[in-house]
């Protein structure tokens, strides 16, 4: 399956954003989804993932109670609203899916078979 991650922009401190994640395969709903975060300088981290049919989520502790995952199967599209964004959110934002046959999320890189090119997301403070 192909990624692609929109929505990435330059905002101020408390704005929102919403990034989206666009998929090639028409069996988007068989893959579980997750987005991750890089900042410069450090390595790539867990932010939110979700099931294959939407019903589980699970957030980082950074951003939980901020950003909300969500999908549409039929659009095969995965979002992240993020809001009340702050200075250390600022890094490039990957989305990824992992093929599965289970409702199981997953918040490891190596769990994930295929990566989208990254939207870039600054805060300014």
């Known amino acids: 399956v192909q990624l692609q991650a929109s929505g990435g922009g330059l905002v101020q401190a408390g704005a929102s954003l919403r990034l989206s994640c666009a998929a090639s395969?028409?069996?988007?709903?068989?893959?579980?989804m997750g987005w991750f975060r890089q900042a410069p300088g450090k390595e790539r981290e867990f932010v939110a993932t979700i099931s294959r049919g939407g019903k589980v989520r699970y957030y980082a502790d950074s951003v939980k109670g901020r950003f909300t995952v969500s999908r549409d199967n039929g659009a095969r599209t995965l979002y992240l609203q993020m809001n009340s964004l702050r200075p250390e959110d600022t890094a490039v934002y990957y989305c990824?899916?992992?093929?599965?046959?289970?409702?199981?999320?997953?918040?490891?890189?190596?769990?994930?078979?295929?990566w989208g090119q990254g939207t870039q997301v600054t805060v300014s403070s």
């Open positions: 395969d028409p069996t988007f709903s068989n893959y579980a």
């Open positions: 990824a899916a992992r093929e599965t046959v289970t409702g199981a999320t997953y918040s490891t890189l190596h769990s994930y078979q295929y």
